[in-house]
């Protein structure tokens, strides 16, 4: 029946993951260079197949897709300050080609503000040109210097990142809004649960007014943060000069945002789900939704093969990618393959099954039964109420362990709450004392009538920390 | 009416080609690094078309989609004498990350051998493991020397290779004929013919044992390479041992190939099919197919408006994208807009076709007619018939410059065969004397009972000579 896979308990998570996204097939980790990873076929599919999804959304919220450039000139990452600061450390420098120095150096996207915007400051004249929303999917790099882990930190990142231009700040919250119902509507489909702050001030992204960060709990009770998007304000349009002309003939910058994932989300997918025989796919992106296995017994071969083609055909008229595992291997080593895999719904088609019109069905998350051969239209079903289960549960286990606490307790695990005056030297303080990091003020904003944790003066929010990736 | 636009003849084609791609919005010549250009989202759509088309014909011959790091380690990249050299002037180099100096340098890939190949010789152990087919769709780079143009001599360059591997030189063969028939298929639907020729020795890819070239004629009468395949042999799993143990239990090295294309195949849609008016683009991957224009006069502003929105939702259950262009503008610019962008058909709704229950439709290349209203399945047919007309245009141009000649004759133009006796510096010469590239021997081959252009021995064979982009 194959090897034995690790339990991705609390405890045993790290090396489970580190070991399942091998075994499953996602990526080669040998390459190398330390921290860039091969995408094998199963792993790119997936990917592609969440990049599908996003793309879906973009253009239901008529956001255009661009792709510029990975090269940025020294001169115009320098331009916004912050920024600058924020990733001098982890940028990739491009010094020579052929044999000649370049006579500026030019820095590997860690992200792309600074390539996109002097094109924007081309392309905005007058309001009517706005908004502008614009995404693109590339690759950028960051040079890590933390111990690297497949998609979650990497250092040729796969990212997402949509850049939007707006007439006034309202219209910029607007977009801000726009994204968290894009967010929703797309980890939904992925049957991840998330969560939603606003990064401390302290933590928010360079060159941001201020930043919202979407987090969600792996089995390892940390954290990890799967989109961030950012309100700029004019932090960018100002030194980049991203002016337009508005109805009063009279010129105004542009206010910006942000909104960014990466293939980080796969990460999560991962981990939320797997369990200790593998992968479990939800299946808006399982490039195999349904794998069909013949249960063969002697005299019955040419039968049950003839049965399961004719299966696969009507299983793919009804829009369902299928797979027939016709190997030359016992079906339990079948089984084993296709759920370290996560296919998300086995088929399997014996004899028994033959006479009875039946066919023998198995969700990925351990539910099985018979359904009739001529209802097969009924797989659809399945698979959403797999969708939803998978979806549930993950849902339990997070608010299971988010924790509102009143004071310090320095036992708590997962995601804790602790009552906040605001004061920087609190969240600090509270980050040392529960050796967690901040993730922010809880959005939507919940009221607090509580002491600040750390001041006991009056608590005006709360703030939410955890250990993170 | 709008601008005038250029007429893409022999003289003017530069000039027209530099200008409509700014013009139709495919690309952004504005960003700060010369040669490194920005897709706009029109660009970019098609592009992303013109991939989905690949990747049909990849899933259809069993090749599987990986995606490898960017980063070369220089060590990895100076593995293969040949290809080092061939490459070595022309990479970018990473010296720095942060603010340390690297152990080692990396460099960007102008092509991702040196990348895949540490991978393969893990990845292949038995003859069981071959063939491997794998391909990629990555950004590539080459520091370009020469004056650079949009998708046609860029510096970041949207790079589609595959690689396979194989266990002797005559499957590897068996793979360049397949990749032969996949380029066929792939052209066809692009509307674009192409010749098939052996590169010289002199000019064959770093590394190969032998290079086939794709070329298609562009109006200026140079040719352009949109595709090259390889035969490498055994010159790249030595260095990089990629070993199988055969079914004899002995171990032998692979035999590889490769094949190449990039976005010079969005150029070459551009150059040959477009004319004075813009951009014709073929139906198999034009981003909008049909685009409805409202003809209104007034009192009928509301009864055509909602024709039109009929209208559009059947186009679109027959399966065609359509846009429905209600802009506050004449007609006549919108007739010019889309005329610029290439859309394959129009279609018109005005009074007189609402009484008479009919539709005005044009193609892109000038064919105009009505078609019953009931009918508009018919559009299937005409865009059909469309790429007919305009493969058909293409395929004349270029067969009508193809000149079979027995000696140099200065003035010949477009592309040129000249007998040839195989000698290096026969071939040579006549590139001079005909101040021409050789583009190779033409595939299939032809027999040739001539005597050598230059040295008058007798011609084993044709070199096909042209000037090139």
Redesign the interface.
């Given at each position: 029946m194959g090897e034995e896979v690790l339990k991705p308990t609390k405890e045993k998570f790290d090396e489970w993951y580190n070991e399942i996204v091998e075994k499953a097939d996602l990526c080669?980790k040998?390459?190398?260079?330390k921290g860039?990873?091969?995408?094998?076929?199963y792993g790119?599919?997936l990917m592609?197949n969440i990049d599908k999804l996003i793309r879906e959304e973009m253009e239901r919220t008529n956001h255009?897709?661009?792709?510029?450039?990975?090269?940025i000139?020294e001169s115009?990452f320098k331009k916004e300050e912050e920024h600058i600061k924020g990733f001098?450390?982890?940028?990739?420098?491009?010094?020579?080609?052929?044999?000649n120095e370049l006579e500026e150096r030019?820095l590997?996207r860690p992200t792309s503000e600074t390539?996109l915007y002097?094109?924007f400051s081309?392309?905005i004249r007058s309001h009517a040109d706005l908004p502008l929303k614009?995404f693109q999917i590339v690759?950028t790099?960051r040079?890590e210097?933390k111990m690297t882990k497949a998609f979650i930190r990497v250092r040729?990142i796969?990212f997402f990142e949509a850049h939007t231009c707006h007439e006034s700040f309202e219209d910029a919250e607007k977009q801000i809004r726009e994204d968290l119902e894009i967010a929703k509507r797309f980890f939904r489909k992925l049957c991840i649960p998330f969560i939603i702050s606003k990064r401390p001030d302290w933590d928010k992204f360079a060159g941001a007014f201020y930043s919202i960060g979407l987090d969600v709990l792996m089995p390892s009770m940390k954290t990890l943060q799967v989109g961030s998007i950012h309100q700029y304000k004019q932090n960018f349009s100002i030194p980049f000069e991203i002016k337009f002309e508005g109805k009063d003939g009279k010129h105004y910058y542009c206010h910006q945002t942000t909104y960014g994932m990466s293939e980080r989300v796969l990460g999560a997918i991962i981990g939320i789900h797997g369990d200790e025989r593998g992968l479990k796919i939800p299946s808006s992106i399982a490039p195999i939704k349904v794998v069909i296995i013949p249960i063969i017994f002697k005299g019955w071969e040419e039968k049950i093969l003839e049965e399961c083609k004719k299966l696969k055909k009507e299983i793919e008229e009804i829009g369902l990618t299928c797979f027939l595992d016709a190997r030359d291997k016992t079906p339990g080593s079948k089984f084993y393959d296709w759920e370290l895999k996560g296919v998300p719904l086995r088929v399997e088609v014996g004899p028994k099954d033959l006479e009875n019109k039946m066919i023998t069905i198995s969700l990925r998350d351990g539910i099985k039964k018979k359904i009739k051969r001529d209802e097969i239209e009924k797989l659809k079903d399945e698979l959403k109420e797999y969708d939803e289960r998978i979806y549930k549960k993950a849902e339990e286990f997070l608010h299971k362990n988010i924790h509102v606490l009143k004071e310090i307790c320095k036992d708590a695990e997962g995601i804790v709450e602790l009552p906040w005056c605001g004061k920087e030297e609190c969240g600090k303080e509270m980050e040392e004392r529960m050796d967690m990091k901040s993730l922010g003020i809880p959005l939507p904003e919940k009221e607090c009538n509580e002491k600040c944790a750390i001041c006991s003066d009056k608590a005006t929010t709360w703030l939410r920390l955890a250990r993170t990736y």
């Open positions: 080669d040998r390459y190398p260079i860039m990873n091969v995408w094998k076929p790119w599919k592609q255009q897709e661009v792709c510029f450039p990975l090269l000139p115009f001098s450390s982890e940028v990739y420098w491009v010094t020579h080609a052929g044999k030019l590997l390539a002097p094109l081309l392309w614009t690759n790099f040079y210097t040729e796969h």
